[in-house]
C-alpha cells in the first residue's frame, strides 16, 4: 500500500467530497483535512510519485495537502447553492484538478497583446511541442551529467563566498553545473507536466484561456523578489499565504497593513516552502532540514536587503517606487459564455492579466545590475543547497 499511489487517489476523493457535500462551517472538514494529510504523507514514500524528476511529484504530493486545507477550512469553498448533484459533483473535479488551483497572478498568452487567447488548434501544437523539448532538455541532462564524486562535495565547505581566493576551476565548474541543474530540472518537469495535462484538457474539450502559461517572463526577473512573485510558477502561492496570514493575523494578531506584518507573511511563506521541501524528501527530512531552511532564510535576507537598497536609492534620487509586482495586474469580468463551475457563491469570475509595461520601471543598466545580482545569488544560495542535499 505505501509503495503505490492509491492513498492518494483517496485524498483526491476526500477533498472532492468535502468540497461537493459538507456544509462551509462543518465538523467533518477537518477531519478530511487531517485524512488528506495522513494519506499524502503515506503517498510520497510512493515509487510512483517519484518518478517525476526533480522531486516535482513528492511537492506536489506534500502541496496537496495545504490546498486542501485551504479548499476546506480556510476558503471554505462550497458549490453554488442550489446546484444538481451532476453540477456538483462537476464543479468539485474542476476545483480538485484545476490547472491553476486559485491563484491570481496569471502570465498572459502574448507579452505584446494580454488580451490575446490562442484558438484550442494553437494551444494544443504549442503546449505538445513544449512538452517535446522540456521532456527532451530532461532527459540529456540525466543521461549526460557531468562527472562528479564524493570528493567534489565533502572535501570543500558548502560556502565559498568567504574564500573566493581558494576556490578552484573545478569546484566553480561543479557550483555552476548544480546551479543550473538544480533549476532546469524542477523547470522543465513542471513544464512538461503542465502541457501534457494542457494538452488532454484541450483534447476533452476545455476551453483555451483555462490553461495560460505557467511561469511568466524570465525578463521580468531582476530581484530576488521578482524572481518569485513574476516569473516562478504560482501554484503554491494562495496556500502558503492564506495559512501565513492566519498564523500572522489570526493567531499573532498582529496589524494587516503594517510593514512588520507584510514581512512576517514573506518569512511564513518561504518557511513554509521550506517545509513542504523536507516533507517532500521521505527518509532524508531530518538531513535535508538544515539546508533548506538555510536556503529559504537566505532568500527571505536577499528580498529585505533589495527592499532596504531600493527605498535607500529611491530616497536619495526622489524617484517613485516602482510598482510591486504583487498588483501588477488587472482583473476583468469575462462573460457569461466564459464562465466555469467552480466558483465560490458571491465571487466573481475574473480573468488577471499582465500590465508590467506600466508604472515606473527601471532602466536597461539597471536592469542589468539586477540580473547580475539574481544571478549570483541564486547561484551562492542554490549551489550551497545541492551540497547540502548532496549527502541525504
Known sequence: MIDSILPFALANLALGYGMAYTPPSSSQRP???????????????????????????????????????????LAQLHPP???????????????????????????????????????????????LWDLLWTAGLIYILQTYRLNVDDDDFFEVPNGFIHRLSDVTLREFVVRFYMFI?????????????????????????????????????LGQAYTVRRWYSVFWHHLMRKA???????????LLRLPRKSQVTRYLIIVATFMMSALLHI????????????????????????????????????SWTGS????????????????????????????????????????????????LVGFAWVLLFEGWATSKLMYGLYAC
Open 31 to 73: 477531519l478530511l483535512v487531517f485524512l488528506i494529510i495522513t494519506c499524502c504523507l503515506v503517498s510520497v514514500r510512493s515509487t510512483i510519485s517519484n518518478l517525476v524528476p526533480g522531486q516535482v511529484g513528492n511537492e506536489y504530493v506534500i502541496g496537496f495537502m495545504l490546498h486542501a486545507s485551504h479548499f476546506l477550512c
Open 181 to 217: 541543474l538544480g533549476y532546469t530540472i524542477p523547470y522543465c518537469s513542471l513544464r512538461a507536466a503542465h502541457s501534457l495535462l494542457s494538452c488532454l484538457a484541450i483534447a476533452c474539450g476545455d476551453t483555451p484561456h483555462r490553461w495560460p502559461p505557467l511561469f511568466g517572463s
Open 279 to 314: 516533507l517532500a524528501n521521505p527518509g532524508a527530512e531530518q538531513c535535508s532540514a538544515y539546508p533548506q531552511a538555510r536556503y529559504y532564510l537566505s532568500v527571505i535576507c536577499a528580498i529585505a536587503l533589495e527592499d532596504l537598497v531600493i527605498s535607500t536609492y529611491q
Open 240 to 250: 502558503f499565504t492564506s495559512h501565513a496570514i492566519l498564523l500572522v493575523n489570526g
Open 320 to 367: 517613485s517606487a516602482e510598482p510591486p509586482p504583487q498588483t501588477a495586474t488587472y482583473v476583468k469580468e469575462v462573460s457569461d459564455s466564459e464562465k466555469s463551475p467552480g466558483i465560490p457563491n458571491g465571487k466573481k469570475v475574473f480573468t488577471a492579466q499582465n500590465t508590467f509595461n506600466s508604472g515606473a520601471a527601471p532602466g536597461k543598466l539597471w536592469k
Open 81 to 127: 447553492p442550489h446546484s444538481t448533484p451532476s453540477i456538483r459533483r462537476s464543479w468539485a473535479i474542476n476545483q480538485v484538478f484545476n490547472g491553476r488551483w486559485g491563484i491570481v497572478y496569471i502570465p498572459p498568452f502574448n507579452k505584446k497583446d494580454y488580451a490575446y487567447i490562442p484558438s484550442r488548434l494553437e494551444l494544443f501544437l504549442y503546449r
